[in-house]
């Protein structure tokens, strides 16, 4: 039941969770009939982060929500998913997930964050996005291949 209290949480704005608010059910959540299905092992509680490499407010949050991540006990697991809807979003986390299978994932992340909206570099390109991940010890074709 607690898992599904966290999942419904989850889906609320990240601004709620971060600023330590008192949650209430029913006014910040409504409790779900249902579990959803996650990705953790039994008794561990999954918070999902959505995000894309783009979005401002993703970039952002990424302080506030890794400082919050540091708060959790060891029974929450958190689990990254690139949101996809087309175009750039699509080419970003094809990029997440091939930096994931690279086992690079981890320490690129805010670098790719930053590259975006920091340096003005769209990585969007596949080429552009090897290049990059040749910074963590990649190939680019290795890289390419992913």
């Known amino acids: 039941m607690f898992k599904?209290?966290?999942?419904?949480m989850a889906g609320l704005g990240l601004s709620a969770v971060?600023?330590?608010q008192e949650v209430v059910e029913g006014q910040h959540y409504e409790l779900l009939d249902s579990p959803v299905e996650?990705?953790?092992?039994?008794g561990q509680i999954e918070v999902t982060e959505v995000f894309w490499f783009g979005c401002p407010h993703c970039y952002r949050l990424q302080t506030p929500v890794n400082e919050w991540?540091?708060?959790?006990?060891?029974?929450?697991?958190?689990?990254k998913m690139p949101a996809t809807m087309g175009g750039d979003w699509n080419t970003h986390a094809t990029a997440f997930y091939a930096a994931e299978s690279l086992g690079i994932e981890e320490e690129l992340h805010a670098?790719?964050?930053n590259?975006?909206?920091q340096e003005d570099q769209s990585l969007?390109?596949?080429d552009d996005i090897a290049a990059f991940f040749a910074n963590y010890g990649v190939s680019e074709e290795e890289a390419k291949k992913r």
């Open 115 to 117: 590259a975006i909206h």
């Open 124 to 126: 969007t390109e596949p």
């Open 111 to 113: 670098d790719f964050f």
């Open 69 to 79: 991540y540091e708060t959790l006990e060891d029974d929450v697991s958190v689990v």
């Open 38 to 42: 996650t990705h953790v092992e039994d």
């Open 4 to 8: 599904t209290l966290m999942v419904a």
């Open 18 to 20: 971060v600023s330590a």
